[in-house]
Each structure stands twice: as C-alpha cells, then as structure tokens.
C-alpha cells in the first residue's frame, strides 16, 4: 500500500521560508520520480517541482525557479521541498507525488499523490 505523508507547512509571512517534507512508503522509492504540486483555493492542481529518481536532475515552474528547491533522501524514503522568499500567491495545499520513471509537469500523469499540506503566506 503506498502511502504519501506530507509535512511542514503552515503560516509563513511574504519573503519568509517553510520547509515540506513527504515521507513515503509501500513502494521503492528510489525508483520511483517525485514532485510537488499545489492547488491555490478555487483553483485546479499546478505542478511545482520535480526531481527524477537518483536525485541527478530537477525542474521547476517558472514562477518558483531561483526560491524553491526540490530534494530527496533515498536512504530515509523522504522528499522535501525548500521554499524561499515566499510571496501570498504560493498559499495553497501543496501535495507529493510518485511517477515512475521520470518526472512529468502533468499532475495527471502522476500515480499517487499524498493528503497535502497547507501553506499560507500572509502578512
């Protein structure tokens, strides 16, 4: 059974930083291509980061480049998400994702996806 588990977000202020993690289990993870998604309130899922399965590339949405980083941790089963210089339009719940083989933009094409977690950057 895979299970997805999203943790860290919270109450950040414009140009502050939150840290999300997603623990994974029921599947091997290191074989398996991740991102992160979001979904603003009244909005549909916008793909955010993703990384491929070894860690050795990653990709972002124009809008986060240069203030969020993706990352995992193969040995801890675990996928984090750096968020920088937050603006009040990153709020939204963000989820995990698995895909296997390589990492997509299309949320749709993602296999699993986690509960999520809410982000709020307000001042």
């Known amino acids: 059974q895979v299970v997805l588990v999203e943790s860290g977000g919270g109450l950040a202020q414009p140009g502050g930083s939150l840290r999300l993690s997603c623990a994974a289990s029921?599947?091997?993870?290191?074989?398996?291509?991740m991102s992160w998604a979001r979904q603003a309130p009244g909005k549909g899922l916008e793909w955010v980061a993703g990384?491929?399965?070894?860690?050795?590339?990653?990709f972002y949405e124009d809008s986060v480049k240069d203030r969020f980083t993706i990352s995992r941790d193969n040995a801890k089963n675990t996928l984090y998400l750096q968020m920088n210089s937050l603006k009040p339009e990153d709020t939204g719940v963000y989820f995990c994702?698995?895909?296997?083989?390589?990492?997509?933009?299309?949320?749709?094409?993602?296999?699993?996806w986690g509960q999520g977690t809410q982000v709020t950057v307000s001042s």
């Open positions: 994702g698995a895909k296997y083989f390589r990492p997509s933009y299309d949320p749709g094409e993602y296999d699993y």
């Open positions: 029921g599947f091997t993870f290191n074989t398996w291509a």
């Open positions: 990384i491929y399965s070894d860690g050795s590339g990653t």
